[in-house]
């Protein structure tokens, strides 16, 4: 089977609250991202690069997010899987 598990699943789509130690990495990862867009939005034209520049900046905030508040498990592998 592959690399994600059901407990993987579960916990992916399991509300995680941020913590009080979270939340400034949280900000600090939205006010860079946010100046990314800006100069996204400055540097390039209109268009469906420029779109999909800014939707994938936004898929990445929302991953590095889930990196800070989700519970992390081993990377390796189970044998069970």
């Known amino acids: 089977m592959g690399w994600a598990s059901h407990a993987d699943v579960d916990r992916w789509f399991t509300y995680h609250a941020p913590t009080e130690d979270s939340l400034p990495k949280l900000r600090q990862l939205r006010e860079k991202a946010r100046e990314f867009g800006h100069l996204i939005l400055d540097l390039t034209p209109p268009g469906?690069?420029?779109?999909?520049?800014?939707?994938q900046l936004r898929e990445t905030v929302a991953t590095a997010n889930a990196a800070i508040v989700c519970p992390q498990r081993s990377a390796t592998p189970a044998a069970d899987r």
Do not use: G
């Open 48 to 55: 469906a690069d420029q779109s999909a520049a800014l939707r």
